[in-house]
T-cell receptor
């Protein structure tokens, strides 16, 4: 059911930018892309979301390609506390607009 | 503004028993979803409730059932527990607006022995 694909794991040096890619080639025109992260089997935590335009908040930036078939989450200055599993999710267009998670990317920030 | 709260945090049950997990939605949210997360896997969508009715279901058998109450709190019931039901169960609340994310609780860790 997941409509996204992500690399299973990535490493990033502390203080550097972490760029996490996501493919969502079957996304429909009005479906939003969401990013969440999960630390130590806690509940997933919201990071950012977008539709067409690039978005930025205090946590991260989201870059969505013009054809909307892929996106990149950017953590501008990764810290050790950013080590987590990151999920890219498309909020599916149906009567319930549910979230379907993929397998996510396990990001390890290295000192 | 309170977030999503789930109870209990941990639970151990015996195979064949029944279990009820509870969730209080975030204030202002009218939709609640439940997810099952096995160890090392992403959360799997079980079902969603809107205005006390189920309005979406994932690939889970009928022994997984739920309720949503007028105050938007919710229950997940699992009958005839199996060992493979051992998992973290997550509750998330939201609205139906696609431009609005889900708020997740911290989950209930269920162990079936």
């Amino acid at each position: 059911d997941a409509k996204t694909t992500q690399p299973p794991s990535m490493d990033c040096a502390e203080g550097r930018a972490a760029n996490l890619p996501c493919n969502h080639s079957t996304i429909s025109g009005n479906e939003y892309v969401y990013w969440y992260r999960q630390i130590h089997s806690q509940g997933p935590q919201y990071i950012i979301h977008g539709l067409k335009n690039n978005e930025t908040n205090e946590m991260a930036s989201l870059i969505i390609t013009e054809d909307r078939k892929s996106s990149t989450l950017i953590l501008p200055h990764a810290t050790l506390r950013d080590t987590a599993v990151y999920y890219c999710i498309v909020r599916v267009q149906n009567t319930g607009n549910q979230f379907y998670f993929g397998t996510g990317t396990s990001l390890t920030v290295i000192p | 503004e309170t977030g999503v709260t789930q109870s209990p945090t941990h639970l151990i049950k015996t195979r064949g028993q029944q279990v009820t997990l509870r969730c209080s939605s975030q204030s202002g949210h009218n939709t609640v979803s439940w997810y099952q997360q096995a160890l090392g896997q992403g959360p799997q969508f079980i079902f969603q409730y809107y205005r006390e009715e189920e309005n979406g279901r994932g690939n889970f058998p009928p022994r997984f059932s739920g309720l949503q109450f007028p105050n938007y709190s919710s229950e997940l019931n699992v009958n005839a527990l199996e060992l493979d039901d051992s998992a973290l169960y997550l509750c998330a609340s939201s609205t139906l607006d696609r431009n609005y994310g889900y708020t997740f609780g911290s989950g209930t860790r269920l162990t079936v022995v």
